[in-house]
């Protein structure tokens, strides 16, 4: 078993520590307060990749659209013509 690099032992002498140090009264808040201090990071990574992935998507739909804009736009063929065609054809 190894977290973070931590095997077994070095997590049960760590464990043995904090007994010592918070006493088992202060263990469990403890605990539970890391718990939920973790699943607000989680929470607040997981929003923070959704707004990222939103913003590339909208990025690239807009790119997307300029894209086809100026495509339309070089397809458009405009005639002009001036009074000296209109009398060189006379």
Known sequence: ??????GLPEMIVILVVALL???????PEIGRSL????????????????????????LEEGSQVS??????????????SSPTDASQKS
């Open 1 to 6: 078993m190894n977290i973070f690099g931590i």
């Open 21 to 27: 140090i918070f006493g088992p009264k202060k263990l």
């Open 35 to 58: 718990g939920q201090a973790i699943n607000s990071f989680k929470a607040g990574a997981k929003e923070f990749e959704h707004e990222l992935k939103r913003e590339a998507k909208q």
């Open 67 to 80: 894209q086809y804009a100026t495509e339309s736009e070089s397809e458009k063929v405009v005639t002009v």
